[in-house]
């Protein structure tokens, strides 16, 4: 492995990004994430690769499914309005099966919101978001070195599957420094892509890429297509951490920078005699339905702790069956203090509060 | 043990510089850092703060709510972060630009004239460095000899011509907590 070196979230994920292979960077820029595309815009030239800034966050999805379709390893990123403006983009590259790697820094909203942190993009990066059936492979790290090596896993994962994927992470993960190590060695390779859009050269046949097929029929064969896939996906890309839930009495959910906000309270009501226990998942879809049903039949209650009015509980909610789960958030750009978290934490072990 | 810091001054009072030294001090000595910037609609004079944690553990949550040691640059820091101190820790004040009492006798409180020392060595850019030998020594968080490494380390080779200025800077800092 290399050296330790400090460095800002935004820096680490664009420099993960082309460690991981990428050439292709089409964004615009957007707080808390501008550091992205500042970054790619003086580092992709240096290993032969095109950083573009595009004149709308539509535009730059559309160069994405481009330059996927054309077989590139390509990222765009932006924070949550800019996702929003992706979003039907993005469907269109989830239909044609095109691998691709977009990053969401998410910001506070409803609306243009404010620029800071939040986790409230939980629906719209796991449930769709676009139109139609269709799923991201959606990875959620809690530090700028997972952030570093999910993300540098993306692109083989994106290629794998044929399927964008998205790195969900936020302004507080984007705009931290923390140690992060890089791995020696060359970038990684491109793969074979014998359905890239690149010529005819010896083929027979045209390749074709495209989102639409105007009969029913055969749309619909495409659905159960990328279903299958799903179902694949669901079973080979699950990630997740557990700790301390074999005793728990109450197990917290967070994911991403909610998690550590999580652990520190977890960690002093444990101190206190509480047992608390936490599943963290790292992909949020696929999301780890099976293991929280598995601890609802030992839990007395879950907590979500996220920094939203409540989106992945709802999720925790499918899985629980019987078992209470409660609510912790808060929301518009404000993170919760461990302080807060623990309040919440011994109202619920006493009896206290309502679950959702 | 961990220590959860929060730097505050003006834009342009090298709070967030100060942050990331102490932070790139406490990797090379080994320990668990981050640094966060409140970021936010900033402006040329307007404030800024950053929390930085340095332990022993992983560190857990980046964002400093309770800070075991405040460094205030201005007096509008001293407002907002003197009673957030858990008892016990310590907060810097930067005693040049900051002379209301910070009205707390259950911390440590160490005032430091940053600004005076900086003009003494020629250089007023300098306060931050001289509050930073202050933090080192006052919270023993770092060994003086990481924040210089550190300081060296990071400093641009077109400002190497500065380095001696800032490393006195860092010692008279340290040498006001004696």
Redesign the interface.
């Known amino acids: 492995m290399g050296e330790?070196i400090?460095m800002k979230g935004n820096e680490a994920v664009a420099e993960a990004a082309i460690r991981g292979g990428c050439r292709f960077f089409f964004g615009y820029p957007i707080?808390?994430q501008s550091e992205v595309p500042e970054y790619m815009s003086r580092r992709l030239h240096e290993v032969g690769g095109v950083f573009l800034q595009a004149e709308s966050e539509v535009a730059a999805i559309n160069m994405v499914y481009g330059a996927s379709g054309a077989g590139a390893r390509v990222m765009t990123s932006s924070s949550s309005p800019g996702i929003s403006l992706k979003m039907e983009g993005i469907s269109y590259i989830a239909a044609a099966e095109l691998p691709c790697v977009i990053v969401n820094m998410v910001r506070g909203g409803p609306g243009l919101g404010t620029?800071?942190p939040a986790q409230s993009d939980y629906f719209q990066a796991t449930k769709g978001g676009g139109h139609g059936d269709y799923h991201l492979i959606v990875f959620a790290p809690q530090s700028v070195q997972e952030m570093v090596d999910m993300t540098i896993e993306a692109f083989d994962v994106a290629d794998k599957y044929r399927n964008p994927v998205m790195i969900l992470a936020d302004?507080?993960i984007g705009?931290?420094?923390?140690?992060v190590v890089f791995p020696d060695g060359e970038d990684r390779p491109n793969t074979e892509k014998p359905w890239a859009t690149v010529g005819m050269g010896d083929r027979a046949e045209r390749n074709i890429v495209t989102s639409m097929d105007l009969n029913a029929e055969a749309m619909e064969e495409i659905n159960w297509r990328i279903q299958e896939k799903y179902d694949k996906i669901t079973k080979e890309m699950l990630r997740y951490e557990t700790l301390d839930t074999e005793d728990a009495d109450l197990i917290l959910v967070a994911y991403g920078?909610s998690a550590?906000?999580a652990?520190?309270a977890m960690?002093k009501a444990r101190e206190n005699g509480y047992k608390v226990g936490l599943v963290r998942p790292q992909t949020v879809w696929p999301f780890p339905y099976e293991v929280i049903k598995d601890l609802a039949n030992q839990a007395k209650a879950f907590l979500t702790v996220e920094m939203s009015m409540g989106q992945l509980i709802e999720d925790v909610k499918l899985a629980a069956g019987e078992t209470p789960v409660y609510h912790f958030g808060r929301c518009g750009g404000v993170?919760h203090?461990?302080?807060e978290v623990y309040e919440k934490i011994e109202e619920i072990l006493n009896g206290g509060g309502a679950a959702k | 043990m961990t220590h959860e810091f929060i730097m505050a001054g003006f834009g342009g009072q090298g709070v967030m510089l100060m942050g990331?030294l102490m932070?790139?001090a406490g990797?090379f000595d080994g320990k668990?850092?981050?640094?966060?910037?409140s970021?936010?609609?900033e402006m040329r004079g307007g404030t800024a703060n950053c929390s930085v944690v340095v332990s022993d553990q992983p560190?857990?949550?980046?964002?400093v709510?309770?800070p075991t040691c405040a460094v205030v640059m201005n007096a509008p820091s001293l407002d907002k972060f003197a009673p957030t101190v858990v008892p016990g820790g310590c907060l810097l004040i930067n005693s040049s630009l900051v002379t209301a009492d910070p009205g707390r006798d259950d911390v440590k409180v160490f005032k430091v004239p940053a600004n005076e020392i900086a003009n003494e060595l020629g250089n007023s850019r300098v306060a931050n460095m001289v509050m930073l030998g202050a933090v080192a020594k006052a919270t023993g968080a770092v060994p003086m000899e990481r924040v210089e490494e550190a300081l060296a380390k990071k400093m641009p080779a077109r400002h190497k011509h500065l380095l001696d200025t800032n490393l006195e800077a860092l010692r008279r800092g340290a040498a006001c907590v004696e």
């Open positions: 330790t400090l707080t808390p620029i800071q302004g507080l705009q931290m420094m923390e140690p920078s550590r906000i652990l520190n960690s993170i203090s461990p302080a | 990331q932070s790139y990797m668990h850092v981050s640094w966060m910037p970021y936010g609609p560190v857990a949550s980046p964002v709510t309770e």
